[in-house]
């Protein structure tokens, strides 16, 4: 019964591919969230969708892009990868942050993460 | 913008030491703060959270005070154990006047702990 799954655990892809991680969570959240952790471990988000509606988007290059089929899931895409790219990406929810509940509340549950690895 | 500063690592204790992992953050408004950790391999897990002025979040003998006047959230175990290894993070969240986010995190770059035996 886990909270919140991804996958793969990890990729190791080319240089140039195109790839997909996909998180899903059963938690009964409506805000998902990606996040990318540096080899230095330094976690930065990079989108946030609630409801399948972006609320976040960081300075990400747009070769990355979140698909949001429903309030359970949160994909990211990725077009021609890039080395800079390796990293580990975790998926997060919570409940929607701009309510009054959610942001005294603004808990957000982890995935697993993804190794990233482009070579 | 919003930033948190944690102080550099790893720090490395013996079993039962005392903890202190200082975390001093910058931000408009009166941000949320949270303590995360990440047990090898894992995601993260949110260890402790306060909302709000001297307000003391506290969980599984670790504990921090949301200190307004100095912007700190210093993360305190009394006695550490081998299995209390792991990487900290602090972590704010702006509120706004509304008192509502967008559920931004920002981090601190973490803290690796190892205690040994």
């Known amino acids: 019964d886990t909270a919140v799954s991804q996958t793969p655990k990890y990729l190791v892809t080319q240089m140039g591919n195109d790839k997909s991680i996909k998180c899903e969570q059963n938690l009964g959240h409506d805000t998902m969230y990606w996040y990318k952790q540096d080899s230095k471990k330094f976690l930065k988000i990079m989108f946030s969708y609630n409801n399948k509606e972006l609320i976040i988007n960081e300075t990400v290059p747009n070769r990355f892009s979140p698909k949001s089929p429903d309030k359970a899931h949160l994909n990211l895409h990725i077009n021609s990868l890039e080395l800079g790219d390796s990293a580990v990406y975790f998926c997060?929810?919570?409940?929607?942050?701009?309510?009054?509940?959610?942001?005294?509340?603004?808990?957000?549950?982890f995935g697993p993460g993804t190794r990233l690895t482009v070579l | 913008g919003d930033s948190v500063t944690q102080m550099e690592g790893p720090v490395t204790l013996s079993e039962e030491a005392f903890l202190t992992i200082n975390c001093t953050y910058t931000?408009?408004?009166?941000?949320?703060l949270f303590w995360y950790v990440q047990y090898p391999g894992e995601g993260l897990q949110l260890l402790l959270k306060a909302t709000k002025a001297d307000d003391k979040g506290s969980n599984k003998g670790f504990e921090a005070t949301y200190r307004k006047e100095t912007t700190s959230f210093h993360l305190e175990k009394g006695s550490v154990q081998v299995s209390d290894s792991a990487v900290y993070f602090c972590?704010?969240?702006?509120?706004?006047?509304?008192?509502?986010?967008?559920?931004?995190?920002?981090f601190g770059q973490g803290t690796i702990l190892t205690v040994h035996p």
């Open positions: 997060a929810s919570s409940q929607d942050p701009r309510t009054r509940w959610g942001s005294s509340y603004n808990e957000q549950f």
């Open positions: 931000a408009t408004g009166y941000p949320s």
């Open positions: 972590a704010l969240s702006p509120i706004n006047a509304g008192g509502t986010s967008y559920g931004k995190l920002t």
